[in-house]
């Protein structure tokens, strides 16, 4: 079972990307005589993936289907492609789970909330990928956040996704067996990443270590939720504790995504903005236009890195427009 | 902290529902000026939510948006409001997090994928009842799910959720510190529930135990992730172990929906059909027409509760009419 072994020295990411083709660390995979993907509504029987996806470079994945639809017009109009940015189809139409969409060598792809959720979406597009015969692809994750001593509106680049414990590990249970998996991510991509920042206006970006949890509430220490157990002081405690650990934002889908794309060898950057500074409170009450202004940062920055690696002319275009996705 | 001592002793059902307010654990709630439902888009300011929700009975919970609307849809029918069932409004429409329709005293809502998921709407649904000052609330998830040596199509209604390993319990981080909760349901209402199946024609059910896993690939023994590190002999004797400790389905959300109802004093159960068996194979293969009649069956079957409890007239109306949510 190799996967027990793949905790990382750091070093892998460098041979993974010599050999840029996608990885299914399946065996079984390529012997089934159709693959479905149920979630995705697709099938290698009834869909020719290699022409539908072959040419994809860059996959942006986030949880809100509103706001992934939003990115992906954003990206049509970034791209100068012809035709209406209105007009793109959702490819994964036939189901609700997920929203799809291509553009150019641009896929936009909501996962909704939380660790499963994400990694669902992440097995069907990884193997989406290898069955398309893709090469050279980078994933972005672009969503939001909570801060830790960050003014709200600041971009986090992560650093490590690191877990509840502020270990940079994902345990993953398979047959009743815990696996403990590297979340490490691509750390050229993050400075690349961080440099495009600089070149935006008004996009104040950091690297950093960001917690994933597998609850908004207790998981995150919001004294809010429906239950809460715990003192105002020992919440700060506890957010203090992660500050010092590195950690400067806190959302739930970052270690699963590091570990899937480590094993499986694509160049991953976890890009996402912060909506409130955890130190000051709990409740997210910041004008819904601040909101929408604020969630459209981790968008610009990926769309700028993204028009630079093609070529393209770096333009001032205007965000892209949601009025959900919050 | 009390709720670290709320490991059942399986008494307190009664005792709460003695008490048929909806409890929120929470000793810090009821001092807040506003309380915003973020992931709702709905707030204790904006909204008068005793006028919304005060007559709420039964709240009926899945996965998918638009499951959860035709199923709103079909209540509107089968309790024989006014109006048209197709004019019900989403009352989340503020965001594309969840969905939400109120049809008389049922409350249909969209929980996503996986605890995390559905984590975040139920701490945001209790609070909702509990500032609505519901009372005599019965939570039903209704839902999909592999079965294991079950024809599909089987509706398993939950006895115990249980854990990876077996255990009827669901662990939840808070502040780093890991507390372990109960995930005993009602078995007054899964005996009333297996009772109004008979009632039904072609609605096979059983009340069984239901496993809950954090991944839907290696998590449930899935040959065909993008990741599998097992034999498919590995995988059938994992299977044959949950089998043996009474699992005759799983799916992704009940061991924290039966957690959180258990703590806040809601009578609660977990309905949920199954799509495959998977003794017999891993991918959901069958046809699009067939999946949608088994996934009417937990509805058809709380919807046939609710007439019952409501003191309406039992009429064989149609199935409710969905495309998606597969």
Redesign the interface.
């Known amino acids: 079972?190799?996967?027990?072994l793949l905790k990382s020295t750091g070093n892998e990411h460098n041979e993974y990307t010599k050999d840029q083709e996608v990885h299914?660390?399946?065996?079984?995979?390529d012997s089934?005589e159709?693959?479905?993907l149920?979630?995705f509504?697709l099938s290698t029987r009834t869909h020719n993936l290699p022409k539908m996806f072959g040419d994809t470079k860059f996959v942006c994945v986030g949880?809100?289907?509103?706001?992934m639809k939003a990115f992906a017009e954003f990206m049509h109009q970034e791209l100068g492609l012809s035709g209406n940015a209105g007009d793109i189809q959702d490819i994964c139409a036939?189901?609700?789970?997920y929203c799809m969409y291509k553009v150019g060598p641009v896929l936009s792809i909501s996962h909704?909330?939380?660790?499963?959720?994400i990694?669902?979406m992440?097995?069907?597009l990884?193997?989406l990928l290898?069955h398309a015969r893709c090469r050279d692809v980078i994933l972005f994750r672009i969503g939001t956040s909570g801060g830790i001593g960050l003014p709200p509106g600041t971009v986090v680049i992560t650093d490590k996704a690191v877990d509840?414990?502020?270990q940079p590990q994902f345990e993953?249970?398979?047959?009743?067996q815990v696996?403990v998996r590297s979340t490490e991510l691509d750390k050229g991509l993050a400075q690349e990443l961080l440099r495009c920042s600089g070149e935006l206006p008004a996009l104040p970006a950091i690297i950093s270590n960001t917690m994933c949890?597998?609850?908004?509430?207790?998981?995150q220490?919001r004294?809010?939720?429906?239950?809460?157990?715990?003192s105002?002081e020992?919440?700060l405690?506890?957010l203090h504790?992660a500050h010092k650990a590195g950690v400067r934002n806190i959302e739930?889908e970052s270690t699963v995504f590091a570990a899937?794309c480590h094993?499986?060898g694509l160049r991953a950057a976890v890009v996402c903005v912060t909506l409130l500074d955890r130190f000051e409170g709990d409740?997210?009450?910041t004008p819904h236009d601040v909101l929408l202004e604020y969630q459209q940062r981790p968008q610009c920055l990926v769309s700028h890195f993204i028009k630079k690696r093609l070529g393209l002319p770096i333009m001032p275009t205007p965000p892209p427009q949601t009025s959900?996705?919050?």
């Open positions: 079972m190799p996967l027990k299914v660390m399946n065996p079984y995979l089934m159709e693959d479905i149920y979630h509504s949880g809100s289907a509103s706001r036939g189901t609700d789970r909704g909330m939380g660790v499963p959720s990694s669902i992440l097995h069907e990884i193997k290898h509840s414990f502020f993953q249970v398979v047959l009743g696996i949890t597998f609850d908004f509430y207790e998981g220490g004294l809010d939720g429906a239950l809460c157990s715990f105002p020992e919440k405690e506890y504790k739930m899937m094993i499986c409740q997210i009450s959900q996705g919050m």
